[in-house]
Each structure stands twice: as C-alpha cells, then as structure tokens.
C-alpha cells in the first residue's frame, strides 16, 4: 500500500503574485465604484420618490408623473439618433474598410476620429446657432407634404430647436465612436472568409452581406450600445438645442417636446433646494436603470447565437 | 459541365513585381491536373489567375489570356463575378461562413445575385451537393448547426460541397488537404477521383504522394532564385513528370533532391 501522493504545488512568484493581486484590485475596483454609485443614487432618491408637491416645488403631482415625460424624452431621442447614426456609420465604416482606397481611408478613419474630439458644448453652439435655423424650412416643408403621417404633424416649430433637431445632433456626436468601432470589426473580417464569397461568384456588396456584416454583427450591437449610452446620457447639447416641456408626444416637428433626463438636471440643478435636489437625483436613478437596461438586452442579443458567433 | 482550359503566355503581377512569367498550358475537361513546385515558386498565385481571384489583392494584374473552351477571361467585357460561377475554388484552410449553419454554407453561393430557389429545390440541392462532397451520412442528422463545428476534414468536404452546389464547370483546390490529417486526406482524394468525372479539377500540392495518387497530369513550377517570377519548367502525364522527366530540376525536385 502507498499512500497518495501530496499535490505538487506551484512555486510561489513574486512576479505573478504582484500581477494576479493588481488584476483583482483593478477587477474589483469597477464593482466598487458601480456600487458606491448605486448606494449613492437610491440613499438620495429614496425621499424623493415618495415626495408630493408639498415637499418638493418642482413636482406637480407625484415624482412618477414628474419623471414619466423626461424617461419617454430620454429615450425617444436617444432611438432617433440611433436610427439616423446607425446606417450612416455602417456605412462610412464599410466606406473605409472595403470601398476607399487605402490612402482615402486613413485621411478619412482621421476625419472621424476628429469628430469624436469635439466638445459636446461646442455641438450645442451649432445645434442652437446654425443647425436648428438651418432646419426650419425643411420642417415647415415634412410638415406640409408629410403631415398625414402622425410623427410630422402639428405645427412645425418656428425655431426649430426640437426634439428631431436634437436628436439629429445627438446622431452626429454618436456617429464617430459608432463609426470607430464598425470599422475595427470590418476590418477584422478573416481574408478567408472574404475569399470563400468571392469565389462563389459574389459581388462586392454581396461579399460584404455574406461576410463582413454576420462576422461584425456583435460589433455592430457593441458599436450601438455605446452609441445609445452616450445618446441617453448626453447633457451639455441637448439642453442647449430643446426648448423643453413636461409632456409626452411622438410629433417630432412642433414647438412643444419632451426633455431628456440629463438635460433636465443639468438646466434645473443651479436654481433646485431642498428636495428639488433629490428629485433631480431620483431622476439620474432612473436614467442609470434605463442605461444598464439597455446594456443588458444588447448583451442578450449579442448571446442569442454564440455558436454562430465565428469564434468557435 | 466541364471545360477546356488553355493558357495562353500569362505573365502574373503584384504592382510591379512579376510572379509568375509565361505560362502556356493546356488542361483537358474531366481530368485532374496538380501544379506542384517549392514554396513561392508562384503556383498558387498561378491558379488564382483561373478564376480572376489573383485581381482580388490590391496592385496584383494579368497580362496574357486565360481561355475556357475558347472565350478569353480577361476580355475586357468579362465580368469576373460570372468567371468565378464557371471556376469554383476550394481554399488551403477550410473557410466555410461561421454564421452560417451547414445546410446555409452549402446554398450560399446559390442564393448570391438575388437568385431564388424554392425550399423543396433548396432541400435537394443540399443533399445532391453534401452527397457529391461525401459529407450527407455525417451531417444529415444536423444540417441547421454550425459549420464552424465540424472536424477540419468535414469542413473541407463542406468547401466542396458549396463549391459544387453552383455547378461550376471547373474547381480549383489551393493546397486542399494541407491542413488535414491523414485520413481526412484520403477522403478528399477519394472526392477528387469522382469529382473528375464531371469536373475539370485543377489542384496544387505540396505533397508529391498526393500530386502522383490523384492526377493525370502534372505541371512543375519553379523560381530561379528570391526575386525571380516563376516558371512553369515541364508539364506532363504525371505519369511521365515521376517516372521519367525531360528536365533534370523536375527530376531533382520529384527525386526529392531538392525543395
């Protein structure tokens, strides 16, 4: 009879012990901070939530009505500018990728990249200054021709400051991270896989349906995810280009339009006291949830086909 | 189904880098022809130049004609999407589309061009094609998983079950069994004997074994040197190119003097 032998163990390294604790302390340092924002947010709400208009000036009825039309806005313009940012992005980053030549390409990648590099006040400036005056006539325009289709009915805004106006400014500051992202992906296409298509007898463009696009498809949710992070979160434009009301309408074109969560703080902040204040802070709870919300799905769908991922 | 090939002084370019100078060759419909050489000697850029896949890297250009059963195909009117219909391909490493689910990997070069096929034709076409690639016993039981999930060997097969399902009139293998293992290997020759029946089949191979087992005739392509284009040197019954060559470099390079 022999007894087992004792489980060789692995030399100790200062080396690796130093690496693998700095990697924990990093890992865990984003819970923390998630975390200590979390308590932050709901310790702060709590009062706020069951405040009625006694408490807190700034609430009509309840905080739930008060939050209602800024989630719908939040979300309403955030979806806008995906909808506009996402076929333009992709289409730029395939611009680049497949189509340019290579010295285009790279004059071009520049250009986005300097897009992203512009402060978002400075997108509000032109937004309110140039954008929006610019955008009156075309309005007035969808409003006649198209006004039989509910989104552009009412009547058109004569300012021009709205939510179509800041969602299509929205879609410009998205657009160079969105446009990033699809082109790092594009480019990862496997030559192979490229290959197998062409040599099918497929086009340029059916190449790119059969190859580049089902093999950037994860890239391409990742690439909105961020974009519709960035859209739901943006304060600085929006708040200059809206003139905002408490309400919740699809029509896209009139004067009257729902804020988004950030700009509301942003704009209500200097002058709230009190339980204004924790209002505003419920208010960032709620646009936290919606943001982590929307992360979440997009993580579903990127796992709904693992397997046929390509990374297997 | 299966068409003559003749190359006509075919000079292949990268930029201004000449690859492969002067090709004249004539390949035979319904028979197997393997190009055989040392690495870089230009054979692979060669047979890329049959389906206008070379075209495809950035710079790279033909001078010379390609002629299949007498229509040039780099005739100015070409369009080289339909040349790559004619002349299908088979890759080095096994490339089916990991999206894809085996029975869309096979139908995928079929649904290119907007074309639309009806499910029952869909259905037969997958089975003739997986059938013809000797694949259907091993995959039938999961045609809707992931072609990315077979073995290196059934990918392989699954390449040439896609290329097949088109009907090309000729298919071209790049190194076909490079990345497999033995067995794997036999089963693509076993393949390639009854793919000639239909098919024009030209293959390049590094493995002289493979070159003598499943051709009837073999091209010997060399370079002088680094830097030098490629030649085709002597073009034979295989038979003859491994038994008795006219130019010693084959000699040496079959004996495995050299390469």
């Known amino acids: ?312 | 189904m299966s068409k003559r090939i003749e190359v006509r002084d075919l000079n292949v370019y990268y930029s201004k880098f000449l690859a492969v100078e002067g090709v004249n060759l004539a390949i035979e419909p319904r028979s197997v022809t393997a190009f055989i050489g040392p690495s870089g000697c230009g054979k692979s850029t060669f047979l890329r130049t049959l389906n206008r896949m070379h075209e495809v890297i950035p710079g790279a250009r033909v001078e010379g004609e390609v002629l299949i059963d007498g229509n040039n195909l780099y005739d100015p009117d070409v369009d080289p999407v339909l040349v790559r219909r004619q002349v299908g391909m088979v890759f080095q490493r096994p490339n089916p589309f990991p999206t894809m689910s085996i029975k869309e990997n096979v139908l995928a070069g079929v649904k290119l061009n907007n074309k639309r096929i009806s499910k029952s034709d869909a259905e037969e076409l997958v089975e003739k094609s997986l059938r013809g690639a000797n694949l259907w016993n091993e995959v039938k039981d999961r045609l809707d998983r992931p072609g990315s999930g077979l073995s290196g060997g059934q990918q392989q097969r699954l390449c040439i079950a896609r290329a097949i399902a088109v009907s090309p009139e000729v298919i071209l293998m790049d190194e076909p069994c490079s990345a497999l293992d033995p067995i794997s290997t036999l089963a693509i020759e076993d393949l390639i004997e009854d793919l000639k029946q239909q098919y024009t089949i030209v293959i390049v191979t590094h493995n002289m074994q493979q070159a003598s087992r499943v051709s009837d005739k073999t091209a010997f392509f060399n370079i002088a040197g680094t830097g030098k284009p490629g030649n085709l040197i002597e073009y034979d019954d295989t038979t003859t190119i491994f038994s008795n060559p006219s130019v010693q470099a084959t000699e040496d390079y079959v004996s495995g003097r050299f390469g």
Request: glycine fraction near 6%; charge should be neutral; aromatic fraction near 10%.
């Open chain 1, 1 to 312: 009879m022999t007894s087992a032998p004792a489980p060789i163990k692995a030399k100790l390294r200062i080396g690796d012990l130093v690496f693998s604790r700095s990697a924990v302390f990093a890992g865990s340092m984003i819970l923390v901070t998630l975390a200590a924002v979390a308590v932050f947010l709901i310790v702060q709400s709590i009062p706020a939530v069951v405040a009625t208009t006694e408490d807190a000036s700034i609430l009509k009825t309840n905080f739930w009505d008060y939050v209602g039309p800024l989630v719908f806005g939040t979300v309403w313009a955030a979806a806008l500018a995906l909808l506009v940012a996402l076929p333009i992005s992709i289409g730029i980053a395939l611009f680049i990728s497949h189509y340019a030549p290579r010295r285009l390409a790279s004059v071009l990648g520049y250009v986005v990249d300097l897009l992203a590099a512009v402060p978002s006040v400075v997108f509000g400036l032109w937004g309110i200054g140039v954008f929006a005056p610019a955008l009156v006539d075309a309005y007035a325009w969808l409003n006649e021709y198209l006004g039989w289709i509910p989104l552009f009915s009412g009547t058109p805004s004569a300012t021009g400051r709205t939510i179509l106006t800041a969602a299509l400014v929205l879609a410009v500051m998205v657009l160079p991270i969105m446009t990033a992202i699809c082109r790092e992906v594009f480019l990862q296409t496997p030559v192979l896989h490229e290959e197998a298509a062409l040599a099918l007898g497929a086009t340029r463009w059916e190449m790119i349906r059969t190859a580049v696009l089902p093999f950037g498809r994860s890239g391409i949710i990742s690439a909105s995810v961020l974009g519709l992070g960035r859209a739901l979160g943006e304060t600085m434009a929006v708040a200059m280009v809206l003139s905002a009301s408490p309400v919740i309408t699809f029509q896209l074109l009139t004067s009257v339009n729902p804020n988004t969560i950030a700009a509301n703080i942003a704009l209500s902040f200097p002058e709230a006291y009190g339980l204004n204040v924790n209002v505003l802070i419920a208010t960032g709870l709620i646009l936290f949830v919606v943001t982590f919300a929307v992360n979440a799905f997009a993580r579903w769908i990127v796992s709904r086909r693992k397997e046929f991922s390509g990374a297997n």
